[in-house]
């Protein structure tokens, strides 16, 4: 079972303000086919989560352009260039290479 | 457009049944890998188990907390994948969502919540 460790628990920033989250694997995430498959998910109270980025750093349509993925291997980060108030809520990494396990969540908050 | 509908859930004493469906419209559905994840205020999002394409044969994997407790199923020809849960605990008091993956993109659907109590 591949473990995924997300770093902060928590985050407050000030809006228009970077925020950035980390995420690590406990084994590589590059899959037989020479995709990585990471993506990151937004989750507000009553909605099912929202994909943002899918395998390492593509956006999917309608995702802003201040959300950014990148990493390689086992290291992956999300960032978020300018936070704005639409923003807060709960973020999760997953891999989806062998079977698929999620990140423990950052919760962001506004200041 | 890829959509997912998701049905069956309510409250259920703990030892008792449940069984979940969920619906795939804008995709050939034997095409594609399917999971069912379940949230809760405790642990986050939880990996339950897959269903692969028929590339893979249909084969069928489970998350260690609910093997041999619940059983996955689709029937291609209605589009349709199934989670019948079986000796349920409190503990699997959750939202239940079935996600449906094309090229490295999950597609979720709207949740269906399951409740355990006495």
């Known amino acids: 079972e591949i473990v995924m460790t997300q770093t902060p628990l928590s985050s407050v920033v000030t809006l228009g303000q970077m925020a950035s989250i980390s995420c690590r694997s406990s084994q590589s995430l590059v899959g037989g086919d020479g995709h990585t498959y990471l993506s990151w998910l937004h989750l507000r109270p009553g909605q099912p989560p929202r994909v943002l980025i899918y395998k390492v750093s593509n956006r999917l349509s309608g995702v802003p352009d201040r959300f950014s993925g990148s990493g390689a291997g086992t290291d992956f980060t999300l960032t978020i260039s300018r936070v704005e108030a639409e923003d807060v809520g709960v973020y999760y990494c997953v891999q989806a290479t062998q079977s698929l396990s999620f990140g423990g969540g950052t919760q962001v908050e506004i200041k | 457009e890829v959509q997912l509908v998701g049905s069956g859930g309510g409250w259920v004493q703990p030892g008792g049944s449940l069984r979940l469906s969920c619906g795939a419209s804008?995709?050939?559905?034997?095409?594609?890998?399917m999971d069912w994840v379940r949230q809760t205020p405790g642990k986050g999002l939880e990996w339950v188990g897959r269903?692969?394409?028929?590339?893979?044969?249909?084969?069928?994997e489970y998350g260690a907390s609910v093997k041999g407790r619940f059983s996955i199923s689709r029937d291609n020809s209605r589009n349709s994948l199934s989670l019948q849960m079986y000796s349920l605990k409190t503990e699997d008091t959750a939202i239940y969502y079935c996600?449906?993956?094309?090229?490295?993109?999950?597609?979720w659907g709207q949740g269906t919540q399951v409740t355990v109590s006495s």
């Open positions: 804008g995709v050939t559905f034997s095409d594609h890998d």
């Open positions: 996600l449906l993956w094309i090229a490295g993109v999950a597609y």
């Open positions: 269903s692969r394409n028929d590339v893979h044969s249909h084969s069928i």
